[in-house]
C-alpha cells in the first residue's frame, strides 16, 4: 500500500545533494592538483630515476585524461565523458572518484542500475565517505528500492544522529515501505533536535488516526500543551479530533478549558456549534454558530459552506424560523466581510424569496457596487426589478450590459424587453435580435419570436410582426391571444 498519498513531509536533504557535484568537482580538482603536484627533489635539481620519470608522467596523463573526462561531463558530452573516465580505471582500478562520475552519467542518462553499480564499486574503495551512501540510497529510492534505501539511511543516521535531513529522508522511506510507527519514531528523533514543529505533529496525528488509534493520536497535542499550554489551538484540535470520532464526552473536556481562555475565539465556537449539533442542541449550535460568524478573524472560506447549507434549507422549507436564522447568519458575513458580495448576495436572495423586492433590488445594488461582472447578480437583479416594473431602471444598465455581456442572451432579452416597455422601439428591436442570434434553446427562441413581434407591431412593421408570432407559434406558443394577434394582422 502506498501511503505517501494520506500524509505530507517535507524533506530538504535533495538541497545537499544537489549542490553535491559542486563539492565533487572540489574534490576531484584537489585530486588534480595532487596529481600535478612536483616532488620535492625535483626543486633541488636532482636527477631523477628513468622509473620515478615514468611515474610522474604517468600520472599528469592520469590527470590529464580525467580533466577532459570532467570537462566533457559538465558539456554534457556524456558519451566522450565516460570514454575518459573508463580509460582512468583502466589505468588505476581504484580511482574512486572516476567510479563516482559514472555514476552521475548513468543517473543523468535514467540507467539508475548502471548507477547503482558504479557507486557501489566507489563505496568498496571509500567505505566511509557519506556522500556516496547518500547518493546510492537516491538511486535505491528512484530504483523504488526502498527496503534497500531504508538500511542505508539508517547507517547515515547512526553516523550523523544529529541531522534532522538524514532522519527526514529515513522517514520519507518508512512512509514508502508502510512502516508507519516507524516513521512517527523518526519524527520524535527530529523533534529532539528541533523542539516541537506543528507540522510534524499534524503528520503524526493523520498516522495514528490512519491506524485508527485516537488516543495517540490525542496524545500529540497533549505533548504540545504540556509546553504552552495557553495555545487555545492545541485545545480546540484536541476537541476536534475526539469530535469527529464519535468521542463528544471526551471532547468537551478541551473545548471547556478552550473556552477558559478565549471564550471569544471565532474557531473554538464553530467547534462548539458543531459539539453542540452533536449533542441535539440546536440553539445552543446556532448561537454559537452566529457567535463564529459574527467575527472578522473567522476566513470567508470557513463560513460560506454552513451559510450554503442554510440558504438550501430555507428555500425548501421557507418556515419562519429557518428564514429568521439564516438572514442572521448571511447579516454577521455582510457585516464582517463587507467587502465581499456572498453576504449581501445572501441577503438579496432571502429577501426576494420572501417577496421583499423593495429591499432586494437595494442589496442587489450594493452587490453590483463591489462587483459589476458578475453575471448572476445582474440576472437576479433583472427578475427583482421586473417584478417592481422597474424598466425603467433596468435600461440605464444598457451600456454596461452590452460591454460586460454582449452574448449572453438572456440578460440581453432582459434589456430588449425593458426597453420594450419603455417604448425605445429601435432599441429593442436591435437588442432582441441580438438576443435571438446567441440563443438555440427552443422556448427561449419562441419567447424571443413573440417579444420580436410586438415590437415589430409597434413599429408598424406588421408583416415582420406576423412572420415573427408565426415562428412563436410554431416553437410552442399556442395562446389563444397570439392566434388572435395573427389573424387580426395577416
Not at 508507519?180 to 533536535?193: M, S
Not at 475526539?242 to 471565532?266: G, H, V, W
Request: proline share 2%; with cysteine; glycine share 2%.
Amino acid at each position: 500500500m502506498n501511503t505517501s498519498n494520506h500524509f505530507t513531509t517535507s524533506s530538504h536533504h535533495h538541497i545537499i545533494i544537489s549542490s553535491h557535484h559542486h563539492i565533487i568537482f572540489a574534490f576531484c580538482f584537489l585530486l588534480l592538483s595532487a596529481f600535478c603536484i612536483t616532488p620535492a627533489f625535483a626543486q633541488k635539481k636532482k636527477e631523477k630515476p628513468s622509473n620515478q620519470i615514468e611515474k610522474v608522467a604517468s600520472e599528469r596523463e592520469l590527470s590529464r585524461i580525467f580533466a577532459d573526462g570532467l570537462r566533457e561531463f559538465y558539456s554534457q558530452n556524456y558519451s566522450a565523458a565516460t570514454k575518459s573516465f573508463r580509460e582512468v580505471l583502466s589505468q588505476n582500478p581504484k580511482n574512486d572518484a572516476a567510479y563516482y562520475l559514472l555514476h552521475k552519467i548513468a543517473a543523468e542518462q535514467q540507467d539508475f542500475m548502471l548507477a547503482s553499480h558504479y557507486l557501489k564499486e566507489a563505496i568498496k574503495l571509500d567505505k566511509k565517505n557519506e556522500w556516496y551512501q547518500i547518493d546510492l540510497a537516491g538511486v535505491y529510492e528512484k530504483l523504488g528500492d526502498f527496503a534497500n534505501a531504508v538500511k542505508i539511511w539508517e547507517e547515515i543516521c547512526k553516523m550523523k544522529y544529529n541531522n534532522e535531513y538524514y532522519l527526514l529522508s529515513l522517514a520519507n522511506n518508512y512512509l514508502q515501505l508502510g512502516k508507519l510507527q516507524d516513521v512517527i519514531k523518526t519524527y520524535d528523533r527530529i523533534e529532539d533536535i528541533l523542539g516541537k514543529n506543528d507540522d510534524l505533529t499534524e503528520t503524526k496525528k493523520n498516522i495514528w488516526l490512519y491506524l485508527n488509534d485516537v488516543r495517540n493520536a490525542v496524545r500529540e497535542y497533549e505533548k504540545l500543551l504540556e509546553i504552552y499550554p495557553y495555545e487555545i489551538g492545541y485545545y480546540i484540535t484536541a476537541g476536534e479530533i475526539y469530535l469527529s470520532n464519535n468521542m463528544p464526552d471526551k471532547a468537551f473536556p478541551f473545548f471547556e478549558k478552550a473556552i477558559q481562555i478565549d471564550a471569544e475565539n471565532s474557531y473554538l465556537n464553530l467547534s462548539l456549534a458543531n459539539y453542540y449539533e452533536t449533542m441535539k442542541k440546536p440553539e445552543e449550535s446556532f448561537q454559537t454558530l452566529l457567535k463564529a460568524f459574527e467575527s472578522e478573524e473567522l476566513e470567508l472560506e470557513e463560513k460560506l459552506p454552513m451559510l450554503k447549507n442554510y440558504m438550501a434549507s430555507a428555500f425548501r422549507l421557507q418556515t419562519p424560523e429557518i428564514l429568521e436564522k439564516t438572514e442572521q447568519l448571511a447579516q454577521a458575513i455582510a457585516l464582517a466581510n463587507p467587502f465581499d458580495l456572498e453576504g449581501w448576495i445572501a441577503l438579496a436572495k432571502l429577501q426576494t424569496l420572501k417577496n421583499q423586492y423593495q429591499e432586494a433590488k437595494l442589496l442587489y445594488e450594493k452587490s453590483i457596487e463591489l462587483d459589476e461582472t458578475q453575471y448572476a447578480v445582474w440576472e437576479d437583479y433583472f427578475f427583482v426589478l421586473s417584478k417592481l416594473e422597474d424598466y425603467q431602471t433596468i435600461t440605464k444598465h444598457e451600456k454596461l450590459i452590452e460591454e460586460y455581456f454582449p452574448t449572453n442572451a438572456l440578460l440581453q432579452y432582459g434589456m430588449a424587453l425593458a426597453l420594450y416597455k419603455e417604448k425605445q422601439y429601435e432599441n429593442a428591436l436591435k437588442t432582441a435580435k441580438q438576443a435571438l442570434s446567441f440563443t438555440f434553446e427552443n422556448s427561449f427562441v419562441a419567447d424571443l419570436n413573440l417579444l420580436l413581434g410586438d415590437i415589430s407591431f409597434e413599429l408598424e412593421q406588421k408583416e415582420d410582426a406576423v412572420k415573427y408570432w408565426k415562428t412563436a407559434q410554431r416553437r410552442g406558443i399556442n395562446t389563444m391571444e397570439l392566434q388572435e394577434k395573427i389573424e387580426a394582422n395577416q
